[in-house]
Antibody
């Protein structure tokens, strides 16, 4: 059964870089033919997509965050990583990792399953 | 402010049918399919509806999705207390080289 699990530092200082890891189990990232994405939820707010990466390594980013983020794969560890630079208090959120399932009909994608999320607080 | 507009809250009584709306534009809902997610705060978000009206296995048929033009809806019939959760719509947006957008979420309360 496919599962994803996020891990991260919990607390990051303003202006520093946030590094998160998503460990995938139950399927090989390099052989899944799916995307892998990051989504976050700030306190009291809705969901915000951050970035997604294809198993081949091609990426796409939220335009509002693009200048500060990097998403990458480590196929040897079956992990997806996210780096968010120059963080501020506005980046405080629960960060979720999810598989972005590709519709075999090529009509649409969707996120499933999601991880439990990891809370990141930006504070000095 | 979210790209997709949802009512912040909605309530219903057990057994009732409720509808959660999701309003977008031509670059997202008007041109792409809609997905719905159910989220119990503090837990893992769950895919509820994909491709406008498809239910993943295990999702009760009390949940149904529809779309017309630039708006989508999630209907829940035979409302149950365990349906009390946050519901989010989502769609791909073709603008700005393409990106995913979500609604602000609707908190459903079962009275």
């Amino acid at each position: 059964q496919l599962q994803v699990q996020e891990s991260g530092p919990g607390l990051v200082k303003p202006s520093e870089t946030l590094s998160l890891t998503c460990t995938v189990s139950g399927v090989s990232i390099s052989g899944s033919s799916d995307y892998w994405g990051w989504i976050r939820q700030s306190p009291g707010k809705g969901l915000e997509w951050i970035a997604s990466i294809y198993y081949s390594g091609s990426t796409y980013y939220n335009p509002s965050l693009k200048s500060r983020i990097t998403i990458s794969l480590d196929t040897s560890k079956n992990q997806v990583s996210l780096k968010l630079r120059s963080v501020t208090a506005a980046d405080t959120a629960v960060y979720y990792c999810a598989r972005e399932k590709i519709d075999i009909r090529g009509i649409s994608n969707w996120f499933d399953p999601w991880g439990q999320g990891t809370l990141v607080i930006v504070s000095s | 402010q979210s790209v997709l507009a949802q009512p912040p809250s909605l309530s219903g009584t057990p057994g009732q049918r409720v509808i959660i709306s999701c309003s977008g534009s031509g670059s997202n809902i008007g041109d792409n399919t809609v997905n719905w997610y159910q989220h119990f705060p503090g837990t893992t978000p769950k895919l509820l509806i994909y491709s406008d009206n498809q239910r993943p296995s295990g999702v009760p048929d009390r949940f149904s999705g529809s779309k017309s033009g630039t708006s989508a809806s999630l209907a829940i019939s035979g409302l149950q207390s365990e349906d009390e959760a946050d519901y989010y719509c989502s769609a791909w947006d073709d603008s700005l080289s393409g990106h995913w957008v979500f609604g602000g979420g609707t908190k459903l309360t079962v009275l």
